[in-house]
């Protein structure tokens, strides 16, 4: 990879199950300590931007970083030692990792990285990540339409209207599905391609990891 990628890995989850792990022993990322510096964009999840295509140079120059933690053991994470000028957020969009397939938002450190680079129109860079997971296919084909929506968005705000709108949506296609007389479920918008109700595949110990 000639885009740096690293993370901080506070050994949160199941070690086997661990993307980021994997991605390390494949040397694609280096695990940074606490406490240490990273220059460019860092998903965490005290950010308040959402990453958009006014980070591209910054990636483009100084990579990405992730910190791997879970959301119930926040409290523990020392986010004032591995604080970044460049703190982000990733929008709405679905998993597709075996532990949390199509969920919003419980992406896993591979997706959270080849999201970055679906967004900001690096195509090759996230199909390459992806490539080392047997599942990794998925994770662009369920979020396509978002991606090309997200792409076209040259700021953190216009990424946050674009989701606003996409979820409004979402909601509302979701407000006219109805049913028959037998209880039978009628689409009545052909809603197939967004179908936000997949199959949802995790333990209960794994289910609130932030990044696996």
Known sequence: MQIPLALWDFAHCDPKRCSGKRLVKMNVARE??????????????????????????IVERFGVAVVDCSWNELEKVPFSKIKSPHERILPFLLASNPVNYGKPYHLNCA??????????????????????????????????????????????????EAQKEYLAKISEEENNDSYDEDGVWINTNRRESQNLDCDSRHSESEEDHLSD
Not at 34 to 51: D, M, Q, Y
Not at 122 to 137: A, L, P, Q
Request: a negative charge.
């Open 111 to 160: 997706e959270a990285y080849a999201a970055i680079f679906y967004m900001l129109g690096m195509n090759s860079y996230g199909d390459e990540i992806m490539s080392r997971f047997n599942w990794g296919h998925a994770f662009y084909e369920i979020n396509k339409d978002l991606f090309k929506l997200y792409s076209k968005c040259q700021t953190s705000e216009q990424v946050e």
């Open 32 to 57: 940074l300590k606490v406490p240490s510096k990273f220059r460019g964009i860092v998903l965490t999840p005290i950010g308040e931007k959402i990453v958009s295509l006014a980070d591209l140079s």
